[in-house]
């Protein structure tokens, strides 16, 4: 196949994984706003999980097709593009409040969620039984989300509610569009390495985290131009979060890898340099104005620069 064509399907498959996860999202908020759940925690769940699906579903294709180091590199790389390029943007866009329990709970529980997935990589193979481990996290991370967010009753009108069956087909819809499309990506996005000359793990934490990245990208400007920053903010962390708990171990329980020592020692490295930068700023900013700290322009950045950065370190 002609490679132009090749690139193209890359593109149309990213396009309709941006479609379909919008899809998705709409109706799963929608249905979780009628049942009364608060913002935080539908950014922290429904929109992040929503939005971590193409990531989820190209991850399980990569490994089903045995290119698990595809998968790894869509992990780590859509983290990276979560927090140096959807939360940098967003951040130049419209300030991000920080509060002090969102620092203690879910900023805390994204650093810890990605130490841990630092150990399951430091041996450059990705098993079935540490997997596993990450996997049993899921329901310890809902469990400390579920205490946190707005009570209830005031997050019942933050979405618009749709008729319920209309709701339910658009979730349907969006899911369908999710696994034929995650399989075209896969797909155009191998024989785009290999024409390329790259390794699968180069191309999963670039064109392909980018890709599957834009729908955060995309719910998280929508969320900040409505005034919903907390949804923002909460759709990245979460989204973060997922990945490294479902994402990078759905790879691993399907086709165990060796992987290349630059999945640690370079990808994870930048990933851990940078969640400690934006922990460090949160921490500094929240001692110093004592209550609520705004993440923006200049952490925004910083981020960007940081992300920048690890390109410039990946094609040097």
Do not use: C, P
């Given at each position: 196949m002609p490679l132009p064509i090749i690139l193209s399907l890359l593109a149309v498959s990213i396009l309709g994984l941006l479609w379909s996860s919008d899809r998705f999202v709409a109706g799963a908020a929608d249905i979780a706003a009628a049942m009364g759940v608060s913002a935080l925690v539908i950014g922290l769940t429904l929109v992040s999980i929503g939005t971590s699906a193409p990531e989820i579903l190209v991850s399980a294709t990569a490994a089903l097709k045995g290119v698990s180091e595809l998968a790894v590199g869509n992990a780590l790389g859509s983290n990276l593009a979560n927090t140096g390029m959807v939360l940098a943007i967003t951040a130049l866009v419209v300030a991000v409040p920080v509060s002090r329990a969102i620092f203690r709970r879910e900023l805390a529980v994204m650093l810890v969620v990605t130490f841990c997935a630092g150990l399951v990589l430091y041996d450059g193979y990705l098993g079935r039984v540490e997997c596993i481990a990450l996997i049993a996290l899921v329901p310890v991370f809902l469990y400390i989300i579920s205490k946190g967010g707005v009570p209830p009753k005031a997050a019942a009108n933050?979405?618009?509610?749709?008729?319920?069956?209309?709701?339910?087909?658009?979730?349907?819809?969006?899911?369908v569009g999710l696994i034929g499309?995650?399989?075209l990506l896969v797909r155009s996005a191998v024989e785009t390495a290999t024409r390329a000359g790259v390794s699968e793990l180069v191309?999963?934490?670039?064109?392909?985290?980018?890709?599957?990245s834009l729908p955060e990208l995309a719910a998280s400007l929508t969320s900040a131009f409505k005034g919903k920053t907390d949804i923002a903010l909460g759709n990245v962390l979460g989204s973060n979060i997922f990945n490294l708990l479902l994402v990078l171990p759905v790879a691993g329980i399907i086709h165990p890898t060796a992987l290349e020592s630059a999945a640690f020692a370079r990808d994870f490295g930048v990933l851990m340099s940078m969640c400690l930068v934006l922990a460090l700023i949160c921490f500094v900013g929240i001692w110093r104005y004592k209550h609520e700290f705004r993440i923006g322009k200049i952490t925004g950045v910083i981020l960007l620069f940081i992300y920048i950065l690890y390109y410039y370190v990946l094609f040097a």
């Open positions: 933050e979405f618009d509610t749709l008729n319920h069956s209309k709701a339910w087909i658009i979730l349907i819809v969006g899911l499309f995650s399989d191309i999963g934490a670039t064109v392909v985290a980018v890709g599957t």
